[in-house]
């Protein structure tokens, strides 16, 4: 049996169930989503709590992503927005826009799933939330960036993978949920691959 996945935008009502995805242990609540919005200085200065109060800020004003619920539980979360919301996506030789590049995409750059919910289908249900979230609010290209285990000149365990890696989904899923296309081929000392550009109406 499948469990049936729900998921919703983000708003200050749901910070607390937030809280409850990202847990007080692990990458999640380590890095709060921020990764990709700070400066490399800011990031190493910043503290958890640091990371934390920012992305509260960010669900008061806004809608920086999706939470899923199985049976009213959260479960999940999956953060989307414009490619300029997360500035470190520019500045990557491997996401950093290059010609050809479409200029008003979105980005879905992370996936959590508490450890008690993987393997029932939360980020496939995550992924689909992003795009739907996406498109109501006016996006027609969005990427990923998944990591791709098997690219690179050696692979390595997941273990081995760097924090922001091990909260991106893998180019596997995303391939299986019909919605991916590799836009580049492997790039880079490790395995972040520059991922598809996905039409939500795919």
Known sequence: MTDEVVTES???STWNDLQTVFGTKGD??????QWFKLTRSDWDAATREDTQALLHAQVEVGSPGVIARIDGEPVGWAAVEPFSAYP???????TRRQEGDPEDAWAVTRFVVRHEYRKRGVARA??????????ERGATIVEGYPVDPGCGPRSRP????????????TLASMSSAGRARPARSCGGRWKADRAAATRPDD
């Open 10 to 12: 983000v708003g200050a």
């Open 28 to 33: 999640p609540a380590g890095c709060w989503c």
């Open 88 to 94: 470190a996506l520019g500045r990557s030789p491997i």
């Open 126 to 135: 995550l992924l689909a939330g992003a795009l739907q979230h996406a498109r």
């Open 158 to 169: 997941p273990s081995d993978t760097t924090a922001p890696s091990r909260c991106s989904a």
